[in-house]
C-alpha cells in the first residue's frame, strides 16, 4: 500500500509574489523588444568596424541589454499587460 502522503498531488510551483509576476513581465517584454530591435537592424556588423564573428557575438549582448533597460524604463507597456494578465490568472479570474 502507498502511504497517503505519496498519492497526493502536489500543486505546481507557481509564481505568487508581485515582485516576481513584474519581473518575469519585463524579461519577455524585454525579449520583444531584442527582437524589434534586431528586425530593425539595431547590432549589425558596420563594415567600418571589421565585421568579425567576435563583434556579431557582442552586439547582440548589447541590444539585449538595450531592450531590457527600454522595458525597465516603461517600454511600450507590454510588461505592464503582462503583469495583469499573470496577477489576474494567479487570483483565479
Not at 519577455?28 to 549589425?44: I, P, T, Y
Not at 568579425?52 to 507597456?77: K, N, P, Y
Amino acid at each position: 500500500m502507498i502511504p497517503p502522503n505519496l498519492t497526493e498531488h502536489a500543486p505546481a510551483p507557481q509564481i505568487r509574489n508581485d515582485t516576481q509576476l513584474r519581473e518575469a513581465a519585463i524579461q519577455l517584454e524585454a525579449r520583444f523588444l531584442a527582437e524589434m530591435l534586431k528586425s530593425a537592424g539595431l547590432g549589425e556588423t558596420r563594415s567600418e568596424f571589421g565585421g568579425s564573428t567576435g563583434e556579431d557575438q557582442f552586439s547582440s549582448f548589447l541590444v539585449q541589454e538595450q531592450a531590457l533597460q527600454m522595458a525597465r524604463a516603461g517600454g511600450i507597456g507590454l510588461a505592464e499587460s503582462i503583469f495583469d494578465a499573470l496577477k489576474e490568472r494567479g487570483n483565479g479570474n
